[in-house]
């Protein structure tokens, strides 16, 4: 008898085991999608871009809303990138092309004050009530032994796609090539004849759409409110300085790391969850305050 | 200096106005203004003297609130002592955690402050749920004593008490902004390599701008536990966290007199928004995003400004304009 | 000379950083085919004289114009794309990308794809076409910066400080290469070597304190006529 007892108990925390890191990838995944744009603008145009919340949200409503009238959630999901890149390229020909000279402290602030307004707006439009969205694919799939819901799994399989597209982008197109050297010394590629103020929207809707996509794909997983997006904004921060602001290959790492810790963390003891990223994350700030890979800010 | 009339001019005008003001507008009001002014300078003084802004002053606010309220739910009565529980609960925590936040530059010192007001909330509601009582929150109104000289368990009284002590920390920061400390704030902010050189040491002004700010942010929590009689986890969520920003920014950055100006703004303004809109986000989010857009320097420069030029008029053009 | 034809002039630029006036009433014009070089001390202002024409700091007053066209004012990647070409100093390329890459950009804001002329200066980029140009040393990252300027064919090159740190081999490469390239187009070179600036300019403006204190022709270019006046 007890040798089965032995391996059932083995076997349930193998499978809790797999479950968590599962959970903990669609986390990274998300963690990952808005990150990596909050990243770039700061990389790129030296901001601090708390509005990407905004589209992460927008994303979202514009999903519930197209999908709960056309019944696909892909094609939702689609309108909320659409929409979403739309609202950053105007807030970025609007607000922030004024704004690229100025200190860190000024964007973050403006950039709030869009978020919140922002929220103002979404909250008029949908209203307070929190609205769920229908998941697409309601089966389980069986790995390793354990249930794993099939659209967790898919909410993984687009972020990788969308890492290898942004890879594609930054390291086989010239564009992309572009944004990795102005990362680097803006002003060096300015003064080969580069048109700066195209490379930076390029950058703010890319990662606005992103952020979009975040909250699309999100949507099905947890309810729509219009506060979504401070509520993962701590998370979402949490992840950009640990990997280190401007670093791409560091918001990788980090959303990986960040999504196994809430996930695994919240296995054993649930407010680990929150706990462990911060403290992992001043343990890093003590050593390097710019994070793992980030660029110090003078260029 | 601290002396003179001039001096203290400024803060006997304003407090006397506020104290009048009582007689005009709401008494809860008017206590919620003085309470939150004072939860307000610290943010002010550190995004406009050392050039830092946070994002999770609910913390610090949190910090005070509850180390009051602990005193007064399990161990005393007297709110006087709970208040400077509060008072050194707050100093102690700013120092600890300003140790490691001051170093950092200002985009991550600013996110660091969030996260940390997103662990308090946690903190308070879930992990410390056995002592805090989680969402619940804790009830000791009828705990709190009345006290000689100020009854603080009556409004008109704990008004009164605000007052004054409302004036002791514009009396404080004024000082400061006077002192050579207060001008290394400043020149920490504008260059700090030059500041460097002359020998000051950037990180140990920073730490003390950045203790005094938040156990200042610390005791107006202590206030308000005292004022409402009760605290809960509530106060650090996120929809709070733009209190302090907004009205620092309504007010006007880094001047002594914006936190005042800012709060009866931005707390009249949240009171009539919710009443007939319902919707606070909206105004104060295009509110921030317009002043920061115009430059402006705010409700509390946009009046000095006014005044100045209305003064100049009515003088009859002394000087040149 | 004429207006239209020259080009480059600057007129009466008075250039401040910060609070501080660094440049006054600057008057410098360029002819085409010419190489003319600025001297100075550290400091003089001859690398803010370089970044205000290019447009990367902003004028207090007074004008720079190429072709009738007004400079000032400008973003620098108009003025890059006008033909008016920086290179800065501190050989600063983008070190992640490979030397291949580094001249991609400059084909692709330029919208030349010729890289003969480049390959001709510089044969030995040819062999480091894969490698990162974080990897390169001092002299061949120059190498690159000013390979990657010339695509596009610019009328002006403002160069600073190309020589500072090479080796004695790549210098002379550099003072021939330069000579070849005002055959096509106006170098303006700010430098610290006098023999260098010597051998190959036809006009050197001396700079001190944010003035220019001569404009030296003919023989009186000679290192200590420089140094005199410095």
């Known amino acids: 008898m007890a040798p089965r007892v032995g391996s059932e108990r083995y076997g349930m925390t193998a499978q809790l085991l797999f479950s968590g890191v599962v959970f903990g990838l669609s986390l990274a995944s998300i963690y990952f999608l808005i990150s990596i744009g909050l990243s770039l603008c700061f990389g790129l145009m030296r901001i601090i871009s708390l509005d990407q919340l905004l589209y992460y949200t927008v994303g979202a409503y514009i999903t519930y809303s197209i999908s709960t009238l056309t019944g696909n959630l892909w094609v939702g999901v689609l309108g909320g990138i659409a929409v979403g890149a739309l609202l950053a390229l105007a807030v970025e020909r609007l607000v922030f092309k004024r704004i690229y000279e100025r200190e860190l402290t000024f964007s973050m602030i403006t950039s709030f004050g869009i978020l919140l307004g922002g929220i103002g707006v979404v909250k008029a439009l949908w209203g307070v009530v929190p609205r769920p969205v229908r998941m697409p694919l309601d089966e389980q799939m069986n790995l390793f032994g354990t249930d794993i819901p099939l659209y967790r799994l898919s909410v993984i399989v687009v972020a990788a796609l969308v890492y290898a597209g942004i890879w594609l982008f930054l390291n086989r197109t010239i564009i992309g090539k572009a944004i990795r050297a102005g990362i680097e010394d803006m002003e060096h590629v300015e003064g080969l004849g580069i048109n700066a103020a195209r490379l930076f929207t390029i950058t703010f809707v890319l990662a606005g759409a992103l952020s979009a996509l975040a909250g699309g794909i999100y949507a099905p997983l947890i309810m729509v409110d219009p506060h979504m997006g401070l509520e993962i904004l701590a998370f979402v921060f949490m992840v950009v300085i640990i990997g280190g602001l401007g670093s791409i290959k560091g918001t990788l790492y980090s959303s990986l790391l960040v999504g196994q810790v809430v996930s695994l963390g919240s296995l054993i003891y649930a407010p680990l969850a929150v706990m462990a990223p911060f403290a992992m994350m001043l343990l890093i700030l003590l050593v390097k305050p710019t994070g793992l890979f980030g660029t110090p800010l003078s260029k | ?173 004024k000082y400061l902004d006077d002192t050579v400390f207060g001008a290394c704030c400043l020149a920490t902010k504008i260059n700090e390599t030059k500041l460097e050189f002359i020998g000051y040491d950037n990180f140990k002004i920073r730490l003390t701008a950045f203790v005094i700010a938040n156990t200042t942010t610390a005791f107006a929590g202590s206030l308000y536990a005292i004022y409402l009689g009760f605290v809960s986890p509530e106060m650090t969520g996120h929809s709070r966290t733009a209190d302090p920003v907004v009205v620092t920014i309504l007010g006007g950055v880094g001047s002594l007199w914006g936190p005042i100006v800012g709060t009866l703004a931005y707390t009249g303004l949240r009171d009539v928004a919710s009443k007939f809109i319902g919707n606070w986000e909206l105004i104060v989010g295009f509110i921030l995003v317009f002043i920061m857009m115009t430059n402006s320097v705010g409700l509390y420069g946009t009046l000095e400004n006014w005044s100045k030029s209305l003064w100049r008029r009515v003088s009859g053009q002394k000087g040149t304009a | 000379m004429l207006d239209t034809q020259d080009h480059l002039i600057v007129s009466n630029l008075n250039v401040s950083r910060g609070e501080a006036r660094v440049l006054f ?10 190489i003319v070089a600025c001297v100075g001390r550290n400091g003089a202002g001859k690398s803010t004289l370089l970044k205000s024409i290019s447009g990367f700091l902003p004028a207090d007053s007074g004008e720079v114009k190429s072709h009738g066209q007004v400079l000032t004012g400008l973003r620098p990647y108009e003025i890059a794309r006008l033909g008016v070409k920086y290179v800065p100093q501190d050989k600063r390329v983008f070190s992640d990308l490979t030397v291949r890459e580094n001249l991609e950009l400059g084909s692709y804001a330029s919208g030349d794809y010729n890289w003969d002329p480049v390959i001709t200066y510089f044969p030995k980029l040819q062999i480091l076409m894969d490698r990162k140009a974080g990897h390169l040393s001092g002299g061949e990252r120059q190498m690159l910066m000013i390979g990657r300027a010339i695509l596009g064919q610019p009328k002006v090159l403002l160069i600073d400080e190309p020589t500072e740190g090479l080796a004695p081999s790549i210098v002379t490469h550099l003072k021939y290469v330069f000579t070849e390239l005002s055959k096509s187009a106006s170098v303006l070179i700010v430098e610290q070597n006098l023999p260098l600036v010597c051998a190959i300019s036809k006009r050197v403006y001396a700079l001190k304190e944010g003035r220019f204190v001569a404009e030296l022709k003919d023989d009186q270019i000679r290192t200590d006529v420089c140094e005199h006046y410095l």
């Open chain 3, 25 to 34: 009433d600057i008057q410098l014009h360029l002819a085409p085919n010419e």
């Open chain 2, 1 to 173: 200096m601290l002396n003179s009339l001039h001096w203290w001019r400024g803060i006997l005008i304003t407090f006397t106005a506020l104290w009048l003001a009582k007689f005009v507008l709401p008494l809860p009001f008017m206590n919620e203004v003085l309470v939150f002014s004072i939860y307000t300078i610290g943010c002010n003084f550190l995004l406009g003297r050392v050039g830092f802004i946070s994002f999770g002053q609910p913390a610090y606010l949190a910090v005070g609130a509850y180390a009051t309220a602990f005193y007064l739910f399990y161990f005393g009565t007297n709110p006087y002592i709970g208040l400077l529980i509060g008072l050194v609960a707050g100093l102690v925590f700013a120092f600890i955690v300003g140790l490691l936040f001051v170093r950092l530059r200002s985009d991550y010192f600013a996110l660091v402050n969030l996260a940390l007001s997103v662990i308090v909330f946690y903190m308070l509601q879930k992990v410390l749920a056995d002592i805090t009582k989680g969402d619940n929150g804790l009830w000791f109104l009828t705990n709190i004593d009345a006290t000689p000289v100020f009854n603080l368990t009556k409004p008109s009284e704990f008004f009164l008490f605000c007052i004054f002590v409302g004036a002791a920390v514009w009396a404080l920061y």
